[in-house]
């Protein structure tokens, strides 16, 4: 159960970018040895979106914080602490969190970035509930960021189908009992399974020289297989765990929003909570996997769309690299 000694955690705000350009299954007919059908099927993947070149994960992240502002009514001067989760920086440092806390004039804000893969963004829940119950900020955004063209090997069809670029935003503050809370927070990672889902060159390990970028080792490795597996399981384990904690049991979730990868694992997912698909909300289809964003994106198109209403129990369940996963529950 929530421990009822701490003050209420709750989403004041949500928003969500998503760049212009689109990159449907029939472009990437012309691209590689690969069909809409084929994609379809394995993936439920129909379309995704591209960052412009001039465009950085930063520019993606300001524009979802933008969003998320005006939707909570408030100003960049509110925000005491930005979390911004990515695993495609603009650069190594500083951090992409400092260069959004400047495009929006966040002077008050202290800010850094979040390395959790697709986690990324619950990871940044947590992090925000437990500094705004400790009294450590009163204000905090937590923002999902990503530019995965940047990363992506457009030669290999078994990865290139999957990904592509936006970002999402939310703010929490401390609330009251009336308007809704977190209600609870999972987190794990298993760093056995680090090679099965990673970029194995760009960082000290494996430095960029001609060699390695001929190689492409600085692009998107996956093992699908294995990832599939393992995504299955430990999203049911850790949604089971978040609702368990929560009081509550699967029949009193209005709402699964799960980590868009792939329509297989949501569906899988589903199945193992004995949750129907009509009670999941799925946007997969039109962005693909954003990572870190995707998530943030789903909770803010769930929001505006009206998918979840005010006093909603509603299950956020993610799975990443590293490998890293994360649950919450959150009364709406």
Not at 146 to 170: I, P, Y
Request: hydrophobic share 45%; proline share 3%; charged share 20%.
């Amino acid at each position: 159960m929530p421990d009822s000694a701490l003050p209420p955690v709750q989403f004041v705000g949500t928003g969500s970018y998503l760049p212009e350009q689109m990159l449907t299954n029939g472009d990437l007919e012309k691209m590689v040895e690969t069909s809409d059908e084929w994609i379809t099927a394995r993936t439920g993947i129909k379309e995704r979106r591209l960052a412009a070149e001039n465009q950085a994960t930063s520019d993606l992240a300001t524009q979802a914080a933008l969003a998320a502002l005006d939707d909570a009514g408030l100003t960049a001067e509110d925000l005491d602490l930005i979390l911004l989760a990515t695993i495609s920086a603009d650069m190594f440092f500083p951090s992409t969190a400092c260069l959004v806390q400047k495009n929006l004039g966040a002077t008050r804000a202290f800010a850094f970035d979040l390395s959790a893969a697709c986690s990324g963004f619950l990871y940044g829940v947590d992090l925000a509930k437990r500094y705004l119950e400790t009294g450590g900020a009163q204000t905090v955004m937590v923002i999902g960021a990503e530019k995965l063209s940047s990363q992506v090997n457009w030669e290999d069809r078994n990865t290139c189908v999957l990904f592509g670029d936006g970002a999402g935003a939310a703010i929490l503050q401390r609330g009251d009992e009336s308007t809704g809370r977190v209600l609870s927070t999972v987190m794990g990672s298993d760093g056995r399974q680090a090679d099965i889902l990673k970029v194995p060159a760009g960082g000290s390990a494996l430095p960029i020289t001609p060699q390695v970028a001929e190689q492409k080792l600085n692009t998107i490795y996956m093992a699908g297989r294995e990832v599939y597996k393992l995504a299955v399981t430990a999203m049911r384990d850790a949604a089971l765990e978040a609702i368990q904690a929560a009081g509550l049991t699967a029949e009193d979730i209005a709402m699964v929003i799960p980590h868009q990868a792939n329509l297989r694992i949501i569906e899988a997912i589903n199945d193992r909570l004995g949750i129907p698909k009509e009670r999941c909300f799925v946007n997969l289809e039109k962005y693909g996997n954003t990572s870190a964003a995707a998530i943030a994106i789903a909770l803010d198109e769930a929001a505006k769309s009206g998918a979840i209403q005010r006093g909603d129990k509603v299950c956020l369940v993610v799975f990443g690299a590293g490998l890293t996963w994360a649950a919450s529950v959150v009364e709406w």
